[in-house]
């Protein structure tokens, strides 16, 4: 099993919510529902406030929702889009992904919309997933996902040919589904078809600036990211051509399941910030690890010199990517799609500690948090103080 806290660990809720009308929709949606209704709340996750519904005949649902009050960002939390996209990859591909169950974007049952899929835990540490779907005009067979999360990229607890095929998979998976027609299956319009990194950036910049001016009940402000100026003038300077496909958003390691036996990924999860545009985003954010010192981060542990690690190389997996889809080996000016990760990554935490400020943060351990976006800032200045990006230097 992996070697990490549960990543479905439940405590009691936090951010309440009206159990009394959930319990009566639920009950008019789903034929097979029973009431009375038990809800907890998932620890982790620090975006969307994430629940495990149980009802009287012990049938388990999870329910992701937006944060309740007013939102930084009118981007973010997007649970609308999240169900968009599953139903569209569950129905018409075979990348794998949970079959959601039911969309509600009526505010009147729980205050902000939700979506709802079902779920079983079969591992302490390692988890299964129950996916039944269900718009709100038709019905799906239920279909039972069994397999376990990892939250330890190194994979550890694994064998060292079982780490690498692990990682192999998590690529393979993304190259597949890069190579998924939007446009067959449904998704035009689900995103502008260029300019994808110039619009990200105009976006984070907008929001960055609403996070940094947040003050806690002390009246202390979250502060801005370090040398912000300089990353977004280099950021301008060495962006990376066009390029066009589905965006996962957040792929990473812990949001992929894996079978319970086989190194190999049968789910993708949490999709709120999926969309159309660059790939190399993805590969970026999956690959972020590759860039960290090890004990540098705790929540990115770092393989830059990691000892007793059995993970593939950095260039093993870009090349493997390449080959998978049909790319040109190296990618030219890679280096920028890590620089923007690392600013993303920036905005991310930096909206963790703006919520813990409001106190709207869904995460038991959102408070670990406190202050990373201003030291993960070096990372992309790492590279930044390197100079521009003329060819490719590096991976």
């Keep these: 099993m992996a070697k990490s806290d549960n990543v479905q660990e439940t405590s009691a809720v936090r ?26 709340q998932f620890n982790y996750g620090q975006s969307n406030p994430t629940y495990l519904l149980i009802d009287a005949s012990k049938k388990r649902y999870v329910l992701r929702k937006k944060p309740s009050g007013t939102l930084l960002s009118t981007t973010a939390h997007a649970v609308e889009r999240e169900f968009r996209i599953l139903d569209a990859l569950s129905r018409n591909t075979d990348i794998p992904v949970p079959q959601v169950y039911l969309l509600c974007e009526n505010k009147s049952i729980i205050g902000t919309p939700f979506y709802v899929r079902n779920m079983k835990t079969i591992f302490v540490l390692c988890n299964a997933f129950i996916n039944h779907t269900k718009s ?9 996902l069994k397999g376990r999360i990892f939250k330890d990229a190194s994979f550890s607890s694994l064998s060292p040919n079982d780490c690498k095929q692990c990682w192999y998979s998590a690529i393979d998976t993304l190259a597949k589904l890069h190579s998924v027609d939007y446009k067959s ?17 105009r976006s984070l910049l907008k929001v960055t600036a609403v996070q940094a001016a947040v003050r806690d009940e002390n ?11 300089e990353i977004i003038k280099w950021l301008k300077r060495n962006e990376l051509p066009d390029e066009t496909t589905i965006v ?3 792929y990473k390691i812990d949001n992929l399941v894996y079978h319970p036996t086989e190194s190999r990924v049968i789910g993708i999860l949490d999709w709120e910030l999926s969309t159309i ?11 972020m690890h590759y860039y960290v010192r090890q004990g540098a981060f705790e929540f990115i542990p770092g393989f830059i010199g990691a000892k007793d690690i059995n993970v593939p190389s950095l260039e093993d997996l870009m090349q493997r990517y390449c080959e998978k889809t049909k790319r040109p080996y190296p990618i030219k000016k890679y280096d920028f799609a890590v620089v923007f990760s690392f600013f993303r990554f920036c905005v991310i935490s930096q909206g963790i500690d703006a919520r813990v400020a409001l106190k709207q943060s869904s995460s038991a351990e959102a408070k670990k948090f406190s202050g990373i976006f201003k030291k993960s800032a070096a990372w992309a200045l790492e590279i930044i103080d390197r100079g521009d990006l003329v060819t490719q230097s590096r991976l």
């Design 15 to 40: 951010l309440l919510i009206n159990v009394d009308k959930l319990q009566e929709y639920l009950a008019s949606e789903i034929p097979e529902f029973q009431a009375p209704l038990e809800v907890r």
């Design 136 to 144: 709100t005009k038709r019905k799906k067979v239920m279909e039972f």
């Design 185 to 201: 299956i449904g998704l035009e319009g689900y995103g502008k078809p260029s300019g994808f990194y110039s619009r990200q950036i």
């Design 219 to 229: 009246g202390v402000a979250v502060g801005e990211i370090p040398r912000l100026d």
């Design 248 to 250: 996962h958003g957040d």
């Design 277 to 287: 545009g660059h790939p190399m985003s993805d590969v970026a954010n999956l690959l």
